[in-house]
């Protein structure tokens, strides 16, 4: 057994409650009280937490994340010619496997099915764009696509927000300098941990959400206890990101039973996953549906 199995193992589950409470501000629940769960907050769909992370690598892309009833999914592109095709790696493109007909024009053709919202509260679905590589490009390209789309689309317009039936945001490398300068845009740019930090913020109108790497916070891979120390750090940065009035999303998070429901329960705004199904079928079985913590 590691040095870190050790000091884990002798961690009391007594000390993880007691973090939650001191941080949380309110009494020390059980450890029965993950789940199932009761809460007087309104029902919502526990489904709507969580992230399809690279959904196009999914069996059926986009179609599945709807039917599931996810809050947000995320597609990788790159710059190719006048396009922007989609996959994970370069070797993966292929012509006509676009953002355009993978996702704008299917999402179109939603939301005019529906007449409206695609979820299942009302707001709107948000569709996190991870330019791999070029971009600037990228961002030429996309600009020009989501034109064409504004109906459908959220507005980001000197300063204010005008929601839509879907939110796009910008993630990997992200062209920040020329986002920001548009002062009438179909999109917003996802953040950094750093960004919470920043002598000066970033507008929440340009940064709406904040993503990062959970290696940053903890290498907990959810086959034992979190410790004290963990769950105060993930707890503070939740507090941070929504006194901003940002939403906090983490990559490379334990994708598994444990990870979902330690997630959920610190008030983790999107939940990456790329089990989708098994993952909405865990929260609603087990009762995680009574709004956000």
Same mark, same amino acid.
């Given at each position: 057994m590691n040095n870190r199995a050790n000091i884990r193992a002798r961690v009391r589950r007594s000390l993880w409650w007691a973090a939650l409470s001191l941080v949380a501000g309110c009494a020390a629940p059980t450890p029965s009280a993950i789940a199932p769960r009761t809460a007087p907050a309104p029902a919502q769909d526990p489904a709507l937490r969580l992230?399809?992370?690279?959904?196009?690598?999914?069996?059926?892309?986009?179609?599945?994340?709807?039917e599931l009833g996810l809050g947000s999914l995320e597609a990788d592109v790159y710059p190719v010619g006048d396009e922007?095709? &989609?996959?994970?790696?370069?070797?993966?493109? +292929?012509?006509?496997?676009?953002?355009?007909?993978?996702?704008?024009?299917?999402? +179109?053709?939603?939301?005019?099915?529906?007449?409206?919202?695609?979820?299942?509260?009302? +707001?709107?679905? &948000?569709?996190?764009?991870?330019?791999?590589?070029?971009?600037?490009?990228?961002?030429?390209l996309l600009?020009?696509?989501?034109?064409?789309?504004?109906?459908?689309?959220?507005?980001? &317009?000197?300063?204010? &927000?005008e929601p839509?039936?879907?939110?796009?945001?910008?993630?990997?490398?992200?062209?920040?300098?020329?986002?920001?300068?548009? +002062?009438?845009?179909?999109?917003?740019?996802?953040?950094?941990?750093?960004?919470l930090d920043a002598a000066t913020p970033p507008p929440v109108d340009l940064v709406p959400w904040v993503s990062d790497t959970w290696r940053k916070v903890s290498d907990w891979?959810?086959?034992?206890?979190?410790?004290?120390?963990e769950v105060v750090r993930v707890r503070a940065l939740v507090q941070k990101a929504h006194a901003q009035g940002r939403e906090l999303r983490f990559w490379s998070a334990p994708d598994r039973v444990e990870g979902w429901r330690a997630l959920f329960d610190f008030g983790v705004d999107h939940?990456?996953?790329?089990?989708?199904?098994?993952?909405?079928?865990?929260?609603?079985?087990?009762?995680?549906?009574?709004?956000?913590?």
């Open positions: 992230h399809g992370h690279n959904d196009y690598l999914q069996p059926v892309p986009l179609r599945r994340a709807l922007l095709q &989609v996959g994970h790696e370069r070797w993966q493109l +292929r012509a006509g496997r676009t953002l355009r007909s993978m996702y704008l024009e299917p999402l +179109r053709a939603e939301v005019e099915r529906r007449g409206g919202a695609l979820r299942s509260d009302g +707001r709107p679905l &948000v569709l996190l764009v991870d330019i791999k590589t070029g971009g600037a490009e990228a961002w030429r600009r020009r696509e989501l034109a064409e789309f504004a109906p459908m689309l959220t507005r980001f &317009v000197g300063g204010r &927000v839509g039936a879907i939110t796009i945001l910008l993630s990997g490398d992200r062209p920040r300098a020329l986002v920001a300068a548009d +002062r009438d845009r179909r999109c917003a740019l996802d953040g950094r941990l750093s960004d891979t959810g086959s034992d206890d979190l410790m004290d120390d939940i990456s996953t790329d089990l989708p199904a098994k993952a909405a079928e865990f929260l609603r079985e087990n009762g995680y549906g009574a709004g956000n913590p």
